[in-house]
C-alpha cells in the first residue's frame, strides 16, 4: 500500500488537497462495506463489490477533487455505480437464462451482528432502494445533503425516501412482533 | 403513524438528536441505535484484498476509448475546417455569378444565330427583312454591363489569363471589343473589354472568375424592354402608312398636286421607316449581347512587402488569421449546432431511460443475489 501511496503522490494536480489513497481506504473501507451489505442484502457479493469499488477508486483517484465532497461520498457513489452494474448484468442473464426473480435462491448469511431477527428480517423485506437510504442516513449518519448526492437525487427526495422506510419498516416489525406473540 | 411528509420533517429533528415526542418517534430512535450499534466490519479477506492494490501495468496508458474520441473528434474538426476554407474560398466566384444570373434571369444554355441577334428575355426578334414576332411572355430585353476585377499573381499570370480569356470569349462566340496588357517586371495590368451572348454570359463570368481571384465586380442592367417595344410599334405604324400612301397613289384618283404631295409623304415615311429599323437594330445588339470588362492586377508591389515580415506584418497576419478563424468558428457553430442538440436530447432520453432501470433493479429486495463472483 505505501507503493500506492506513492503513486498516488505523483499527479500533481490537487495533490496537496488529496490524501494518500492507503489512508482513505483504511478509513472508510468498514463504510463502504456496510453501505454494500445493505444495499445488496448479501454479505459475500457486498465482499466482491466493495473490492472492486476499492480497485476502480484507486485507478480513478486522481480524479477525485475534494473540494467537490468529502472522501466517504465520494466512495459510496462508486459502489453504488457498481452494484447497479451487477445488478443489471445480473437481470440480463436472468432474461437470458429466463429465470424469475422468485426463483432466487434465499441467502443465509447474516447482514450484521446483532441485529435481532425481527429487525434483519425486516430489513431484507425492504427493497434495495429502501435499505440504501436506510444504511446511508441511519447507520452511517450521512447528511441529508450527502446521501442526496449518492443517490443522484434531491435532499428533499431523500428524506421523502427514508421516511417511508422507516414507516414501512416499523410496520413489518410490529407485524413480525404480533406474530411472535401469537405464535 | 403520521403522513411520510410530516415524518419527514420531524424525522430530521429525531436524527439530530431532537428529544422524542411520542412513543412512536422513541421507537423510532430505539431502531436508529440498534441499526447503528450492529457490527458490521469488512471481514480480513476484504483488508487483504484492498491492501494489496496496486497499480496495473498499464495504469500510465490512455484507454483505448479515450483515443478514439480524441481522434474522432480531431478527425471532425479537420474535416469541418477544411469544409468551410473550402466553401468560403469559393464563395467570390459564387455571388459573381448568382449576380449575373439574378440580372440575366436564366442560365439555360441558348444558342444564337450570328445574323438573327436575340434578346435573353424577349424572346427572338427577327432582323430587317423579316416580320417581328411579339417578344416572349417571360423575361425582358436588357442592356447588361458588368465589370470584374480579378487579382493574379504576376505579370506571367497577367499575360496567360489576359490569352485564356480571349479563348473563351471567342469559345463562346463572344468578341473581344477591346484588350489592353501592360507589365513591367513582376507587376502587371491588363484590361479586356468584351462583348459575350447574353445566354452564355453565366458560362462566361464563371470560367473568366476562375483565372485569378475576385477582388471586385459591379453589374450594371438597363431596362430596354419599352424601348423596343416602342420601335417596335413605330415601325408597324410606318408600314402601315406606307401601305396607305401607295394604295393612294396607286389609286389613280389624286390630281398632280396631290400626287406630288402624297409621294413627298411617301419618302419620308421610308426615311423614317429605315431610321426606326436602325435604331431597333442598335436596341437589339444591345440586348443579345452584354458587355463584360474584365480588369487584371497583380498585387500592389507594397503590400506584399509588408505582409511579409515587421510587426505590422505579424499583426494583419495574425488578424488575418483570427478573422478566418472566427469565420470557420461560426461556421462550425452554425453546422453542429443542430446536431449538439440532437445529441443532448438523446443524451437526456438515454438517462431518464436509466434512471427507470436503476428504480426497477431497486425495487427488488435481493437484486444481486443470484450469482457471486469468484
Same mark, same amino acid.
Given at each position: 500500500m505505501d507503493v500506492v501511496n506513492a503513486l498516488a503522490e505523483t499527479?500533481?494536480?490537487?495533490a496537496a488537497l488529496r490524501r494518500p489513497f492507503a489512508d482513505v481506504a483504511r478509513e472508510h473501507l468498514d463504510d463502504v462495506y456496510r453501505y454494500l451489505v445493505f444495499l445488496t442484502a448479501d454479505p459475500v457479493l457486498a465482499e466482491d463489490l466493495a473490492g472492486e469499488t476499492f480497485e476502480k477508486a484507486f485507478r480513478s483517484w486522481k480524479r477525485f477533487d475534494p473540494r467537490r465532497g468529502s472522501e466517504r461520498t465520494w466512495l459510496c457513489r462508486l459502489a453504488r455505480s457498481k452494484a447497479l452494474d451487477h445488478f443489471r448484468s445480473e437481470a440480463r442473464r436472468r432474461r437470458r437464462e429466463d429465470r424469475?426473480?422468485?426463483e432466487a435462491p434465499p441467502v443465509d &448469511?447474516?447482514?450484521?451482528?446483532?441485529?435481532?431477527p425481527e429487525l434483519e428480517a425486516a430489513l431484507r423485506s425492504l427493497s434495495a432502494g429502501e435499505r440504501e437510504v436506510v444504511v446511508l442516513r441511519i447507520?452511517? &449518519?450521512?447528511?441529508a445533503l450527502a446521501a442526496a448526492r449518492v443517490l443522484g437525487i434531491s435532499r428533499t427526495a431523500c428524506s421523502m425516501r427514508l421516511a417511508r422506510a422507516l414507516q414501512k419498516l416499523e410496520e413489518m416489525l410490529e407485524e413480525r412482533m404480533e406474530a411472535h406473540v401469537v405464535a | 403513524m403520521s403522513s411520510p411528509e410530516l415524518v419527514a420533517s420531524r424525522l430530521e429533528e429525531l436524527l439530530a438528536g431532537a428529544f422524542p415526542e411520542t412513543e412512536g418517534e422513541a421507537r423510532l430512535q430505539g431502531l436508529a441505535r440498534e441499526l447503528r450499534g450492529a457490527s458490521m466490519a469488512a471481514p480480513a479477506s476484504l483488508r487483504q484484498r484492498v491492501e494489496e492494490i496496486k497499480p496495473s501495468p498499464r495504469a500510465h496508458t490512455p484507454s483505448r476509448r479515450r483515443l478514439v474520441a480524441v481522434l474522432a473528434t480531431s478527425v471532425l474538426l479537420i474535416g469541418a475546417t477544411f469544409a468551410a476554407r473550402t466553401y468560403f474560398s469559393g464563395s467570390d466566384q459564387r455571388v459573381v455569378r448568382a449576380q449575373a444570373q439574378l440580372v440575366y434571369g436564366s442560365s439555360v444554355d441558348r444558342s444564337l444565330a450570328p445574323y438573327r441577334p436575340q434578346t435573353q428575355n424577349s424572346g427572338s426578334v427577327a432582323g430587317e427583312g423579316f416580320a417581328s414576332p411579339a417578344p416572349a411572355a417571360t423575361g425582358r430585353a436588357r442592356d447588361i454591363d458588368m465589370w470584374v476585377d480579378l487579382r493574379v499573381q504576376d505579370a506571367d499570370g497577367i499575360s496567360a489569363a489576359s490569352q485564356d480569356a480571349v479563348r473563351i470569349t471567342r469559345e463562346l $462566340? $463572344?468578341?473581344?471589343?477591346s484588350s489592353t496588357v501592360d507589365t513591367q517586371g513582376n507587376q502587371g495590368r491588363a484590361q479586356l473589354t468584351l462583348r459575350i451572348p447574353v445566354g452564355k454570359l453565366d458560362d462566361a463570368v464563371f470560367r473568366l472568375t476562375q483565372l485569378g481571384t475576385v477582388t471586385a465586380q459591379r453589374t450594371n442592367t438597363q431596362d430596354l424592354q419599352g424601348p423596343l417595344d416602342r420601335t417596335t410599334d413605330r415601325i408597324a405604324h410606318l408600314r402601315s402608312q406606307i401601305r396607305i400612301e401607295l394604295a393612294r397613289l396607286a389609286g389613280?384618283?389624286?390630281d398632280a398636286a396631290q400626287e406630288l404631295h402624297a409621294r413627298i409623304h411617301l419618302e419620308n415615311l421610308r426615311r423614317n421607316l429605315r431610321e426606326a429599323k436602325a435604331d431597333r437594330r442598335a436596341l437589339v445588339s444591345r440586348t443579345s449581347m452584354a458587355d463584360l470588362t474584365l480588369r487584371l492586377a497583380t498585387p500592389a508591389p507594397g503590400a506584399a512587402d509588408k505582409s511579409e515580415g515587421g510587426i505590422a506584418g505579424a499583426v494583419g497576419k495574425a488578424g488575418d488569421f483570427l478573422r478566418g478563424a472566427g469565420a470557420v468558428a461560426v461556421f462550425l457553430a452554425l453546422v453542429l449546432s443542430p446536431l449538439l442538440a440532437l445529441a443532448a436530447i438523446a443524451w437526456a432520453l438515454l438517462r431518464v431511460r436509466s434512471r427507470r432501470i436503476e428504480a426497477r433493479l431497486l425495487d427488488d429486495p435481493q437484486p444481486g443475489a443470484h450469482t457471486r463472483s469468484s
Open positions: 499527479w500533481p494536480r490537487r424469475s426473480a422468485s &448469511e447474516p447482514l450484521a451482528d446483532g441485529l435481532s447507520v452511517l &449518519e450521512f447528511d | $462566340g $463572344g468578341v473581344v471589343t389613280g384618283q389624286l
